[in-house]
């Protein structure tokens, strides 16, 4: 049974005494997860070694995956990086804090080692959800903060994930209803040429390179691993179900004879409203949305993988956008979903299906 307290709140005009309690045992270094409009954090307090250490240990995450510190403002800032931080960071939050931007920057001496893993920089994040923002306000010290899933899993957007994933390891969640977003934020370091994307997330490469030149680090499905974000695993936001991932319309050129070869009971797929996708025998469509609609796929996709994994299959196929902007996010988490393999043709899929 799940022990930690589940504080309901309204998203916009929280009710201040529960942000106090939850602010208050934030910073008496309980763990807290909290809304964010990306995804639900699990918190503590980032100036506190030993809450830090608890969310590795609630999370079954290695030490050597750094957290990101959220803060409310620019003042708390400089409570976890070295200020004045670069240029290129201060124009990319000037335009997108609050927000979902993380921006990885020479870290502040006093910030426990264990947040940045001994990194010498450090990942922060202003969250622009009204009870994210209050509660670390609350506290009045900066929250350290992963996504609130045991290690490897998929996000949580929702309070009913989080206490399904840790509901017997923390304190407290704090209920604000789904993530707005559901997809985590863009991870943005930067060089003398400029920003350079970690991790794919909320806001497009596009839309950063409108203010400062930017670039990707590989491209998703082959990330440069010496330099990608170091917890962003090949294997992560997994179902607990076999998981194969598929190029975009695949199944789509596929003739009677490749349909037949690949009937099989007990596969999910998951696919597109807005394509006309044949199915085999044996597989049931579950919809990702519309690809024209791609913040729609992101909004829902961590929800639906979740049901896919609850439901009674022995596959999930998932099919990736192919869509520039937010959608190289949604390709990235979905290529990772099936252990960063897209399979690009039928001879291939029909092995993996049958074998
Ligand atoms: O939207 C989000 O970013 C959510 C919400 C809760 O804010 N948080 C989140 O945290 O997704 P997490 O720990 O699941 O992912 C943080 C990513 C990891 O890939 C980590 O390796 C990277 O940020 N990261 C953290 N500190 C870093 C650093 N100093 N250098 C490079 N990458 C870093
Ligand atoms: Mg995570």
């Known amino acids: ?35 964010t409009e990306t995804v639900y954090g699990l918190g503590a307090n980032a100036l506190d070694p030993a809450a830090v250490q608890a969310i590795f240990e609630a999370k079954g995450r290695p030490a050597s995956d750094p957290l990101i510190a959220h803060v409310d403002g620019p003042q708390m800032l400089s409570m976890v990086a070295a200020t004045p931080i670069p240029d ?12 979902p931007l993380t921006i990885v920057v020479p870290r502040h001496p006093d910030l426990p080692s264990a947040v940045t893993s001994g990194l010498p920089d450090s990942a922060v994040r202003c969250p622009a959800h009204p009870v994210a923002s209050a509660i670390i306000t609350a506290a009045g010290v900066p929250i350290a903060a992963p996504s609130a899933n045991r290690f490897s899993r998929v996000s949580p957007t929702s309070a009913d994930h989080v206490l399904t994933d840790l509901g017997d390891r923390i304190d407290m969640v704090v209920d604000a209803g789904r993530s707005e977003h559901g997809l985590e934020s863009t991870v943005v370091g930067f060089d003398a040429d400029g920003a350079i994307v970690l991790r794919h997330g909320a806001i497009p490469l596009e839309a950063l390179a409108e203010v400062v030149p930017a ?20 294997r992560h936001y997994s179902p607990r179900t076999p998981t194969v991932t598929i190029a975009a319309g695949l199944l789509s050129g596929a003739t009677e004879d490749d349909l037949a070869m690949l009937g099989r009971p007990g596969v999910a797929y998951a696919g597109y409203d807005d394509s006309e996708t044949p199915l085999p025998d044996g597989w049931t469509f579950v919809s990702l949305g519309r690809r024209s609609k791609v913040a729609e796929v992101a909004h829902g996709l961590y929800e639906t993988l979740r049901s896919m994994d609850r439901a009674d299959v022995e596959l999930i196929v998932v099919e990736l956008t192919s869509v520039n902007g937010l959608g190289r996010a949604v390709d990235d988490r979905l290529t990772r979903a099936g252990s960063s393999r897209v399979i690009r043709n039928l001879a291939a899929l029909t092995d993996v299906i049958t074998s």
């Open 1 to 35: 049974m799940p022990s930690a307290v589940r504080l309901v709140v309204d998203a916009v005009a929280p009710d201040p005494s529960l942000i106090a309690e939850a602010g208050a045992a934030l910073k008496a270094g309980k763990l807290v997860a909290i809304p």
């Open 215 to 234: 670039r990707m680090l590989g491209d998703g499905t082959d990330p440069d691993k010496s330099k990608a974000s170091p917890g962003h695993d090949e």
């Open 88 to 99: 290129h960071a201060r124009l990319l939050t000037e335009s997108f804090w609050p927000g």
